[in-house]
């Protein structure tokens, strides 16, 4: 299968590209992105025939479906990444909460989050692809807490690779920024920025579509891509475990083969969100994807109304950091699957010029037939920690925000899976906050010692030894400094 461009072709890039090159080289024509020419659709038992399969076997298969130009050597070793997860045979289990209520925990990886689940083999895959070419490649990462810490697990010290991790100084938690700041491969750096994960984000993107950053790199025999989720590597993966909440409450007999369910996802970036949809055209009977958002609720607002408009808008920093965004980058792959090409350009031109675009109402319609969307605040979040606590249930503040969409959104008695996208561990003064019904300020050390201690809450090692780990990541430098930054990395390296 051919990947080509959510904005059209400029006649100068190839007009399709196979996966290999899609994710090696993720730039495109007008600044768009890279999507399958089309969606596999599985036959009809599909999923009944994979209940008894595992993880790495779903997804072995999901991969084939999508005809990837990967040797099968390399995927199967990309997907053997998973059995270094709690457990190798179910590494995202799916857990009942209520009668109607499952939870997809995602965090169960070497990170903590459900960054993990994509990066793991999507950078195991890269990195082959890159020594077995031998060419050298630069990765750009972009993080608003979760997909730095995993693209550094991931590509540390692999051969050929360098990565340049960019965070919002202060707005990640203190666990997500030592996960980062700590890691002591030779071939990571680590930059925070003074801005928020908006300005990240769009740094790379600039420098994605930098012709003089990708001629300065080429001096030095070094290629360009990225981690984040502009890259499908990333959104290939996250296709796969929509298709295992499905297949899990078949197994467990929650449900029969055809019931549909919803899908819940928080969201910052929609990564998630559209992966649920990809899963939904290739056969998953999905009723709804639910959209939870926090304050920053740019996705609802679009979701609702059809309206993407970010003027004046000022990021607000919540106890939910990691969907603190306003730009979301994957909503342009699923405006491109419901309306083609040139009405993708001309609506994400609009945002990137003007930072509103307009959707008809027939548009909009065509969008909340797939979606629907709400957002809560921190208070909202605090409290539904605290409840589901109550009855032995600890979630992080990200997993809390569905909540509001479980109980607002869901129209039908359907079987709902809400996706816990990290782990309490991550967020531990916030959880800690919403568990004693106060305001304190807590320390991470302390918060995750006394919610381990007083909760009899599982406290992962590998959590515990950041706080005595050596920070080798220090510098906060200002946006207008990245390039040279990289750039003198990538020399002094």
Not at 300 to 329: C, F, H
Request: charged share 25%; aromatic share 10%.
């Amino acid at each position: 299968m051919n990947f080509i461009e959510t904005r059209g072709n400029d006649g100068i890039k190839p007009v399709e590209v196979p996966f290999s090159e899609a994710i090696l080289n993720p730039s495109t024509s007008f600044g768009g992105l890279y999507v399958p020419a089309y969606l596999p659709k599985l036959e009809d038992d599909f999923l009944v025939n994979h209940v008894n399969s595992s993880y790495k076997d779903l997804a072995y298969d999901i991969l084939k479906a999508f005809e990837i130009d990967i040797d099968e050597s390399e995927i199967n070793k990309a997907l053997d990444l998973y059995d270094n997860f709690d457990d190798a045979s179910n590494p995202c289990p799916v857990v009942k909460v209520k009668e109607d209520l499952f939870v997809h925990e995602q965090y169960h990886g070497p990170t903590r989050a459900f960054k993990d689940m994509a990066l793991q083999p999507f950078g195991s895959i890269l990195s082959s692809i890159a020594k077995k070419r031998d060419e050298k490649y630069l990765i750009l990462a972009a993080t608003s807490g979760d997909t730095g810490p995993a693209a550094l697990n991931t590509f540390k010290n692999k051969e050929n690779i360098q990565v340049a991790c960019l965070y919002p100084d202060g707005g990640t938690s203190d666990v997500q920024r030592l996960q980062m700041v700590c890691e002591d491969g030779k071939n990571l750096k680590v930059l925070g920025i003074e801005g928020n994960f908006d300005d990240a984000q769009n740094a790379l993107k600039q420098l994605l579509a930098s012709q003089s950053f990708k001629d300065e790199l080429k001096k030095d025999n070094i290629k360009l891509s990225a981690a984040n989720s502009v890259n499908f590597g990333r959104i290939i993966f996250q296709i796969i475990y929509h298709f295992w909440s499905y297949i899990q409450l078949l197994k467990q007999n929650e449900i029969v083969y055809g019931e549909k369910i919803y899908l819940v996802v928080p969201s910052g970036n929609f990564g998630n969100v559209l992966g649920g949809f990809y899963a939904q055209e290739m056969g998953v009977p999905i009723e709804k994807l639910l959209v939870a958002s926090n304050e920053n609720n740019i996705l609802t607002q679009w979701i609702n109304t059809g309206v993407y408009d970010i003027r004046g808008k000022e990021l607000k920093l919540t106890k939910s950091p990691a969907m603190d965004i306003l730009k979301s980058s994957n909503i342009e792959r699923v405006i491109f699957s419901l309306f083609g090409a040139q009405r993708t350009r001309e609506l994400m031109e609009n945002l990137n010029n003007e930072n509103i675009f307009t959707m008809s109402k027939n548009e909009t319609q065509i969008v909340q037939k797939y979606f629907s969307a709400v957002d809560s605040d921190d208070s909202f979040g605090l409290k539904i920690i605290k409840d589901f606590s109550l009855f032995g249930y600890l979630m992080d503040p990200h997993t809390a925000t569905c909540i509001k969409a479980y109980e607002n959104l869901k129209k039908k008695n359907l079987k709902c899976v809400i996706y816990s996208t990290a782990e309490w561990t991550k967020f531990s003064p916030t959880v800690l906050n919403a568990l004693n019904e106060n305001n304190e300020k807590y320390a991470d050390k302390e918060a995750l010692e006394e919610i381990s201690s007083n909760y009899k809450a599982f406290l992962p090692q590998s959590i515990k030894d950041l706080f005595n780990s050596k920070i080798n990541h220090s510098m906060v430098i200002k946006k207008d400094n990245i390039e040279s930054e990289i750039v003198k990395f990538i020399r002094e390296s």
